[in-house]
DNA sequence: GATGAATGAGAATTCATTCAT
DNA sequence: AATGAATGAATTCTCATTCAT
């Protein structure tokens, strides 16, 4: 999961070495957080489950903090990468979408450590600088922009709609169940979330008669800004 | 927003007295929270901001996690009192979820400390004993049920509806609506996202036509659980 | 046991009232006191077993140690007037030791809780002035002196003793047995074991042939100082 | 005084700073608490003493109870080490007291401090687990038990004896001996109290003639339980 | 690079004492 | 006299960070 792929496969041993403990920590630090949270965790027990000294530490982080921000960034970066491959596989907005969720909770669930560390993150706003945070949101955007897009052209998407709200929506319900999901103790499967969910975003819970009515009336009060 | 209403009005200039420094140490903790959050906040500084000496706190509270922790209880049943009361006064399915996703909206707007604490806490189970988070999740499961049922009695909601989904997909959308606003610096008109964010739940994303053709895949896969 | 028996008996109500109050909060004090130690204390816990303000303390007492002070003062002073009263009572040395002793045990049973605060006092010397502590080191020593010169003249008590180490002999003694008793919980009768300690003040633990051979060595060490 | 004999005499140079900041905290303590008492010392004053940081202490202590907890048990054991040690330099019961006797004194005259706190331990009862006291208490009993009876057999010291009251016997003066030189400010001689000490256990402070008097009284109140 | 002992600033909490009512 | 809410100094303990080895 944390594996620095980009960092381009070191060729010397040292520098090999170095990374290894590189993500030891980094992997220890999201261990030792996910169970007890940022604050409550100690550098010690980083040190301690990374099998270094604590000292250490010092040497590949600035301070504790940084451990979280460079996971957090690190993160971030690989994630939306594995986003865009996923929306690119697919050639209709709906296939994308799914692909994009599908993708999006399958990631989190095979890293329980990760998700519970990054969900808590994500909604704290504090420790990661908010420029992160912005760039992060842009770049669901980014996607949610291309694949909706895509979809008015199609046909299959309404035209009508503001997109920064479509963002908040899908993202903001797939944080929701990915939370729940973490909640619960990560018993359920995650991924068997991901069709049901788009499937909501797309015909949303009214039935076609209701909103028949509905598109009167609510077509009126949209957003358009 | 912090008057705990049912803590029966005080008659006495004494007992009086006392519910005022309890409200103003709640609502000097609120503020201080919501600026620097919970653990870079210091007791001493919650103490300053409120005008009273640090001890006294602990006269009103248990320690510093009990602050937060009497806050969200009586946030969260005073704010879901309010939901059921905006629920009740509409006929409809529609009406009615319209009505608590502005009220949600609205009650955020108003205090914008209050949101940010709230939200923070909400998403950061570990200092609200789980036991209250859960409680607070089955609240809001329980109107959104209610509006889902009477929809679907109406013919306006669609039956094949998976209720812990829609719970998730509601909540979900709200909390990242409010967090968009809090991030923004509170700039904008919270309120007004409560309308098209309702016609959104209600009619997805999706055109007419192409949800036609994706309720045939769609709802072979519907989780009906 | 903490009647201010000179006092003498108020004849005013209030002043009963007031003597009452000293009285109640100094009985508090002691159960509290022996019950967690005087440190372990709070002035509020003694204000709660007392059933007054906490503030009423300070109408009575100069501070939390004077609690202390004024409770040893006043023990003091009430025990070794009965102590003498005992020992008038007898004629011989013996006798006078033994009525000593018995009621030194006596006093000490009839109250655990004054016991436990009086012996850890009696082995603390920080807070009891030690002038106090000193004034009653002396009527030990002067209550024992009497009874061994009285001994010497009737010719029951050997001649070539050390006052001071004798006192010390006699208080440690019973002290140590005083605290076995406490720390055993109280469980068995404190007076009955008088007159087995005082036929070891005594005989000694020696035989008397021994004691011949001894005398003879040991004599020639004595102490005369 | 505080060496950690059995510490190992750690041969690595590392180890041995280690060791000697523990023993470096453990003699600050006790002079810091002998001279203020062990609750008028701050954890800061004994760090001041020691020339270490505060948190240093915390390095090699529980907490602040722990400093006395640590220091009582490796005391105790070291001291009753000595005990058996001089005891069995010697060949009769009543030289073996006389040895038991002086080296208690001689311990405690060697080093005042330790003495102060020691002695304040024992009677407190409250820090130092009631564990650790009562099999205090043991070892020392043990210890006159094994010579009592060898004097008995001997034929020097008088078979009935009830032990548990002998114990207290020798204990409680020997104890009171060392308080009082301790509160004279140590300025004479404790060892040379011993032989006279020792004298009055073995034949008590009456005369012959009066013991044989009293032997026929005393002898049926005998406690033989 | 790696270590981990040492540091000391900082924070929560307690509680004796005061004083307005 | 009595109260008890309020005070704030004082204290213990934690832990991120440093630095000599």
Chains 1, 2, 3, 4 share one sequence.
Not at 32 to 54: K, L, N, P, Y
Request: glycine share 6%.
């Amino acid at each position: 999961m944390l594996t620095a792929g980009s960092a381009g496969e070191a060729t010397i041993a040292t520098k090999k070495k170095t990374t290894d403990k590189y993500r030891r920590i980094l992997e220890a630090a999201i261990k030792v957080f996910a169970e007890q949270g940022f604050h409550q965790s100690t550098v010690s027990q980083v040190a301690r489950e990374a099998e270094v000294a604590d000292g250490t530490i010092y040497l590949y982080f600035k301070n504790k903090d940084d451990i979280l921000v460079q996971f957090y960034r690190f993160k971030t970066k690989q994630i939306f990468e594995r986003f865009r491959e996923e929306v690119e596989k697919a050639d209709t907005a709906v296939e994308k979408l799914q692909r994009l969720i599908r993708c999006h909770l399958t990631e989190f669930q095979k890293d329980r450590n990760m998700a519970i560390v990054y969900q808590a993150e994500t909604h704290q706003n504090r420790r990661i600088g908010s420029d992160l945070l912005r760039e992060m949101s842009k770049m669901y955007r980014d996607i949610i922009s291309e694949v909706v897009e895509l979809g008015q052209e199609e046909g299959s998407i309404r035209r009508d709609l503001y997109m920064g709200l479509v963002k908040r929506f899908v993202n903001g319900a797939v944080d929701e169940v990915i939370n729940s999901w973490i909640h619960s103790g990560g018993k359920y499967d995650l991924e068997s979330m991901a069709e049901p969910l788009v499937e909501l975003f797309i015909n949303g819970i009214g039935t076609p008669a209701a909103a028949a009515d509905e598109s009167a009336a609510g077509a009126a009060s949209q957003m358009t800004a």
